[in-house]
C-alpha cells in the first residue's frame, strides 16, 4: 500500500529537548516536504526536498533542520525546541512538482507536538 | 506568501452546489492550479487540477476562467462529509517546489 509514515503521531516535550520527527515513503518519490499547521494560520511549508541531497526553506524553516540522505526518508529535526513550535507536523512526498505535475501529494497522517 | 486567494468560510446545504471560489491573479501562462482538501486533521487530499481548460473528476468540477485569474471548484451535490478545508495552490514559478497552501476556504455543509 502506497503510504507515508510519521513518527511519533503525538508527542510531548520539554524546550530545549532535541527531537526528531521521522517521515518515510514507500513511493520512490524524488518530492518530499514539511508542513506545520496552526489554528488560523492555514498549512506553511518548513522544508522541501526536490531529490536525495537536494533540500531547501519553505516559508518558515527557523529553528527546524532536515536531512535527505536516502530517497524514502526525511526526518525534521528539532534541534532545540521551544513553545511557538508546538504544532500539528505533516509530510509529504510526490513525482517532482514541475510543469505538467499530476498534483498527487500525498500526505502523512500528521504529528502533534507539544512542547511545554 | 501564498499567490492565492480565498473566502475564509462559506456554508453550503447538503444535496446542493458547492461554488468555492479562487483568485490567483499572478498566475503565470504555463502555471496550473490545484485544488486540495482537508477533513478535520487529516492531511489534505488531491482533488483536481487545471490549466486553461474546465476540468472534471469523480470528486468535483473545476472551472477556470479565460483570464485564468481566477477558477471555481464545483462540488455538484455536497454531502456533509463533504465539509472540509478546501485549498486552492498554483506552482511558483520556477518550479521550486515551494507549494504554498494558504488558509483555505472552510466549507460548512448543513443538513
Known amino acids: 500500500e502506497a503510504q507515508v509514515t510519521q513518527n511519533p503521531r503525538y508527542l510531548i516535550t520539554v524546550t530545549g529537548k532535541k527531537l526528531t520527527v521521522t517521515c518515510s515513503q514507500n513511493?520512490?518519490?524524488?518530492?518530499m516536504s514539511w508542513y506545520r499547521q496552526d489554528p488560523g494560520l492555514g498549512l506553511r511549508q518548513i522544508y522541501y526536498?526536490?531529490?536525495?541531497?537536494?533540500?531547501d526553506k519553505g516559508d518558515v524553516p527557523e529553528g527546524y533542520k532536515v536531512s535527505r540522505k536516502e530517497k524514502r526518508n526525511f526526518p525534521l529535526i528539532l534541534e532545540s525546541p521551544s513553545p511557538n513550535q508546538t504544532s500539528l507536523y505533516f509530510c509529504a512526498s510526490s513525482l517532482p512538482p514541475q510543469q505538467g505535475w499530476s498534483g498527487e501529494l500525498f500526505f502523512g497522517e500528521g504529528s502533534r507536538l507539544t512542547v511545554l | 506568501d501564498a499567490k492565492t486567494t480565498q473566502p475564509t468560510s462559506m456554508d453550503c446545504a447538503e444535496g446542493r452546489a458547492a461554488n468555492l471560489p479562487c483568485n490567483h491573479s499572478t498566475i503565470s501562462g504555463n502555471e496550473y492550479v490545484y485544488w486540495y482538501r482537508q477533513i478535520h486533521s487529516q492531511g489534505p487530499q488531491y482533488i483536481i487540477h487545471?490549466?486553461?481548460n474546465n476540468e472534471t473528476n469523480e470528486m468535483a468540477s473545476l472551472i477556470i476562467t479565460e483570464d485564468r485569474k481566477s477558477s471555481t471548484l464545483i462540488l455538484p451535490h455536497a454531502t456533509l462529509r463533504d465539509t472540509a478545508v478546501y485549498y486552492c495552490?498554483?506552482?511558483?514559478?520556477?518550479?521550486?517546489?515551494?507549494?504554498?497552501f494558504g488558509q483555505g476556504t472552510t466549507l460548512q455543509v448543513k443538513p
Open positions: 526536498s526536490m531529490n536525495v541531497e537536494v533540500t
Open positions: 495552490i498554483d506552482l511558483r514559478s520556477g518550479n521550486t517546489g515551494k507549494l504554498i
Open positions: 487545471g490549466l486553461k
Open positions: 513511493m520512490n518519490h524524488e518530492y
